[in-house]
């Protein structure tokens, strides 16, 4: 059984010896440097769930690809019920950890790599989809964290790559050797980066003729030689750094983001899946996309319980949770949050094999999906706001709650319902300051927007797969127009 | 094969000699009514759809009650496949008549009779369920047509059903004999009561001790004595009677809702499924009205995909299909009916089986989807109002189309996009009229606002359903609060 | 004082002698059709107002156009003040009506000629200004009613006037003679025009050069040769034919909408306002179009109190007012009401005196107005429709509530509180049916969308009017960029 | 002329000599301290912006109180036109500062007392409303910033103040003297507490008899002996005490929240403008919220302006300003804002004189102003996020960019339209990012929320205040109902 534990993964990731720019210092042993451990015990969490009796049911699945036993966030879907499974996980990993568990974005885009290499290979005669495979048995029997790196940094928009001032905008090749190609550019916002193994680097968006440089998908280890990391910021990320703990808000977890630069990285030819074939770039974007967008249902479902907890919590700490507008606002939480998941599970329930013998969901309601996520999280952080009071936006610190004079102060009026400890109040005012104003709202509020793509991605998309023409034909029949 | 088609139906129902008062007369010969004829048509097309080779396999299904293939509207579902398909029927049938089509209730009501009548033999040593499975074995093999008669009257909502002024305000056994009981009391809003053969009663709330006389569930045909039938006014419903049919909208089919006296109805014992036993009245009100709310995942979405296209069509008919805000405006149409749509599809996929073998939804998210149909469709109302222009309020009358010299003047100034016809682009701007301000209203906005329960209904079992103590569970655990 | 009384305006009218095509037929005695008749009612409570002591202080104001006391509904706006006061009147009047009392558009017209016609005289030498205050001050003392006539059929949208299949689909002036001109074309959804004794004719939009005889701005009467009147259809409107009068909703007043065709009108020279100035045709347009949707911020949250009004009025009837969810619903109701109201009072507050004198609403603040009325009465009609519950899509008939057996019937089953008796609750009921679905909702939602333009013209006028560049100043010098 | 500059009111707050626990130390030297600074900025501006030639007209107004000329931030209103000044003042400063200026809660305060001590000396003989006067005529002759706090800690929400388990939790009288009064409690989330020279105590909420000793007004200095300061974290607050300023966002100005103790506080009578007078208490309260609730649609709307240019700078700088999606979600920015603008100014247009002589706003519209403050600014910030692109949320540090090797790659691939210097957009993303999810959130969108109290406070004032039994009387007169 190809399934390791959170601690096996901690220091197979130790191993790679990845540096990064962290906070203006070039700085090694990442794990455990306070600001990154965090979001590596969120992605452990996704193998110690594997391990757990309660969960492996869900977290484990036999694979076809390496016949044996694998995580399920190595897995090829085979069925529509995989696809359900999979948005059911995500949710758990999302309530349990409360924030980004990054582990998602590679097993979509392995996914949908699968199935796309497959049909280039039927148009043009490739070999990608058998490389892709071996590539793959692999990961899954090591158990390996992937991340899927798509997102160039596209310079002034209104350019396609080859305009723009730098060729490197977006990422590209820039020399074909005979046992491989270099790479050259970057790409922005990569999730869990230092917590992965490898990485699977595809095109943004779908490449035209002249763009064949553009248009390359391929897979390569973290610690490669030409590989730059830069640590992105995020709201009260310092907070990680100080001395109480107390204002982190979600004391165990947390996400990541960095900045990838890839200055001239050397890619074997075995782990090429795309080189020049711009027909189906737009493929595979879509398809990853549309993946991703899925994940979206489970996962920030998964969040939007946590501070819908946090919130129906805090009431009663307030001595509010009889009161018939609190209950009403913890109920559209709970029915927006559960819209999010419908969708999620709708694209999933409604999916459809693919050539390649793996489950694509409904492109459809995969974009309606992510299109709600884009909305929702929004007003649940409203509703959560409200409920909580004021004081998630002028609580003092942890620092003066210690302080033996004005913690006393602090004790003695931030008291409220009796039953509850006022430590523990505050730690629950900073769980939903984190989640709608501090670290936790990046993933919940700003990756919830941007994530899988802007809300404009999906709105082309649904335009592009609703078949409106069918609807309006439909309308002429029912009117007896030609 | 126990299918018949839309004449047959027609036929079985013509033979029933209803009797309603409809616009201050007293009438037979219901089906020929033109204010009736459009919803029989309506209710037709579900046999005629289980008849067409293209649709057969969607509407027909194997029953494993009468042993026989049956029309799906008469099935206890026997997987989440058959939730699902139910769905994707009912979003067909929607969007063939853009009208409510009538024929969920029965089958929402059967479903939900079956399991709770099991369930309630267990307990209290009944013999419910035989009868109910003999009576619908008979349902099944004549393809009948069944209302399930829900809704009170309620009278004062702020007093229980004995402390009305009159107890009839809710329905009850008045008279308890040996071979039956006497039934006395109405049911408002019943939704296709003359094009059905047969009524189920269910009680309309959970009933308390010392209300069993109000906790009656039986089956009663609709020619049966002591039923009086009044027709239900809908908004522009004389235009059916009108000479020139321009104006109706929608020009084939059509709702129908009817005020339902039941003045001493005798109900025979083996139509009997639930006499007094309080304690599973509201089991069975939450099983008949999560089913129904899933259906209005299915329905409403078909009824949308009808005002989508229209939307779409009269755009083009206008000359504006392509300006970038009424594309917008026409994806965001269809993003919340796919939402519609997705919770439908998704309170289906997730449903599981009761003790008696059928397959209920999952309880939390049908709610939810119903929860969205109160809100979504007068928004997409709102914005094919928007498309379509002010015409739709100000258009002069078919007669006056019909008038040489008005009717010139019309053509020539309502002449626009010269690809299509003037009467065409009229057509179809009564088309959005009915649904967003007409008849068609009654069924896309009120009936979603209302039918299977008002929102407060809803967001009270989402209340129930969402298992906030376990959120604030994991919240807890997360903060390390005891 | 030049103060009518509602008898002597509907005398007033009557002597007019217009015909129109109503319902198929050519009529006469207009007034007295019983399609009609609530229209001209509305009207005349504009005239009835400024003779009753309670309000005529509201209604009834100096004119310094013609030196004597005026109603306000004629008056050129002298102050910020005159401007709030002109919508506290309007708003007045929608309470009062609980419809369209059509006589608004006159009085935006008049003050958006007038300020144009000076500024173009100013440019171009012409006399169009003292023409218009003559012609003015003749309304003014004659107490008139003018209609305000802007929008054109338009055909093809995608095309200019010229570019059309039909020159006559934008107004044209088809003949220039010496003493004045001959206009040809339509306007659609005239508002109020068989109510009214003067037209006033504007162009549609903003006109180019080479589009002259499209830039035309004329009085006409409204019994003038060549004028045809179509009678433009609202929802559920036969409901007014009918013998029992209840099922109409609104039992006094009504809307008015007409299609208005110009056959070879005939206008002589001190009728003529504008000819071929195309430099002042967006002017004229823009004014206008501010002027009436600052209005709407009065009437609509008129009839917005009416339906507020009745929402409650039915929550007691049916014995649920004190519910918490159904007051938090009527609080959201008057909440978007008022914040309608906050911007029609905001955008005459803020107004500003023009060249000529007269005060023009702020610009910016008025299409921000009239944009929140294209939103807020459907959520206030959704609210409505949620609140008052099922009955009002499936309430019998007027005249089966008149049947001595199912009248009995509906009254013994639709009785709820105690304290009303059943028809006034029907009376309630189709009122809530009147404005949300009925013919009342043809001026409250369709006309809320589309009056004074759609929402899209009022977007384009946002971001003309906001001063995009002046805020991108203040972030460049807060953050120190060049 | 009694105005001071910023470098006075600088100077004078020096001399006070205030100490606060920040961050876990007690620490004098405040407006030196890098986290207060930027909020002692702030105020400066109001004192700043009287002496500015261009808007010394909106910021000084002759007072008739001190008979001198004074800043507007002290006057007693004497007019609607005051009232309305008073909003576009406030946006002023919201859109060049960008956050809150803390200076509104004393201006709302005073004008809240002088009117509701006038009331109480006429009905309880009491002589408040003199000494009221003298001290408020001190404040504006020597132009000092004055605190008003009313929000107490109310620990179990579910209790009255006496009924709590620690009476202090409400501020309260703890003693009565000869020459004063001893108060004991605390006031949560005090804005701007640490830059102000004086505080107006006020109750929390309408007191009932048997609580007069928590019914207390009265004015302190805020070096009182026995008050003690502790400061309010804000999200990503320590950002302003690293090296690299970039990562503030907002490099100038800054809000501030403080936890304020009264430990035992002696106020001697002069000062004392409530003791025990119960049935006022409300009326204060009512009366000082509604004025703040009309202050949120100024400064709300400048911080607006400040996001909307923001925004539009950019899409500027990422090279999408012309695509039509996000020049429509900058017009729906824009369309919201001006709606929080328009209530604001039409609460003050429709305001009315106090029996005491100063002017009140509208309670309704104020009301309505501040609800729509609770829910639009997320809408802006929802879109805002949008445009900007998900690098304010993954951006890095600002000492990133200070390195050579990662500064170099970060200015290589952040660059966009090459227009705009990197390190600019850089400072765009991050004020953004300040706004929608950073230190300038808690003014922007918590403080939205909660500030003059949360949104059900706003909807229980809306209730009593909009005269619902009118709408139903006005109905039923319409449908002739006794």
């Known amino acids: 059984m190809a399934i ?23 700085t090694g042993d990442l794990p455990e440097h306070e600001l990154v451990e965090p979001s590596q015990k969120a992605v452990a969490f996704t193998f110690d769930a594997a391990k757990n009796n309660e969960t492996k049911n869900l977290f ?17 879907h085979q069925s529509t019920d995989d696809l359900v499974n999979k948005v059911k996980m995500q949710r758990y990993c999302g309530v349990k950890t409360g924030c980004c568990f990054q582990r998602c974005v590679g097993l979509d885009a392995a996914n949908a790599i699968f199935s ?39 310079g002034d928009r209104g350019k396609r790559p080859a305009d723009q001032a730098d060729p490197d905008l977006f990422l590209r090749i820039k020399e074909r050797r005979v046992d491989g190609i270099v790479i050259s550019g970057a790409k922005l916002h990569q999730t869990g980066m230092l917590n992965s193994h490898e990485i699977l680097v595809m095109p943004t968006l779908t490449m035209r003729p002249g763009e064949e440089l553009w248009a390359v998908c391929c897979a390569v280890p973290t610690n490669s030689k030409g590989i730059h990391y830069i640590y992105g910021r995020q709201t009260s990320d310092t907070r990680k750094l100080e001395e109480y703990k107390l204002d982190v808000g979600n004391p165990v977890y947390g996400g990541q983001e960095v900045m990838t630069v890839f ?87 409604t999916g459809a094999a693919t050539a390649a013998g793996n489950f ?14 884009t909305r929702f999280p929004y007003e649940l952080s409203r509703l959560a706001t409200d409920v909580a009071g004021g004081l998630i936006g002028t609580m003092p610190s942890a620092a003066d709650f210690e302080d033996p004079v004005a913690g006393a102060y602090i004790r003695k009026y931030l008291a409220a319902n009796p039953e509850y400890e006022t430590v523990d109040r505050m730690k629950v005012l900073r769980l939903i300051e984190n989640l709608v104003a501090g670290a936790g709202a990046v993933g919940y509020l700003i990756e919830s927007m941007h994530g899988a793509g802007p809300p404009t991605a999906q709105r082309i998309m649904i335009s592009r797969q609703a078949n409106i023409e069918e609807k309006v034909t439909r309308v002429k029949e029912l009117l007896n127009i030609d």
Not at 4 to 12: D, L
Not at 63 to 74: A, G, Y
Not at 136 to 149: K, P, R, S, Y
Not at 288 to 316: M, P
């Open 4 to 26: 390791k534990s959170g601690r096996e993964y901690k220091e197979s990731i130790k191993k790679l010896n990845l540096k990064a720019n962290v906070m203006g210092q070039k």
């Open 60 to 76: 484990c699945v036999e694979s076809t690809l390496c016949k044996d036993v694998v995580n399920r966030f190595t897995h090829l």
């Open 116 to 154: 796309t290499t497959y049909e280039c290979d039927q148009k043009h005669g490739t070999n990608y989809h058998e490389r892709f495979k071996d590539y793959w048995t692999w990961i899954q029997q090591e158990d390996l964290v992937v991340d899927g790196a798509m997102t160039d940094p596209k």
């Open 263 to 349: 200055d001239d990285v050397f890619v074997p030819k075995e782990r090429v899946f795309m080189d020049g074939e711009v027909d189906f770039s737009g493929l595979l974007v879509e398809r990853f996309a549309s993946y991703h967008r899925q994940s979206y249902g489970g996962c920030k479902a998964g969040v939007g319980d946590v501070l819908i907890g946090a919130t129906a919590l805090i009431a009663k700490m307030n001595g509010v949770a009889k009161a018939s507008h609190i209950k009403d606002k913890i109920v559209e939480m709970i029915h927006l949050n559960e819209t999010i998941y419908s969708c999620g599970i709708a694209c999933s329930a």
């Open 360 to 373: 694509q969901v409904n492109l459809l309601l995969a974009n309606v999906c992510k299109l709600n996520v």
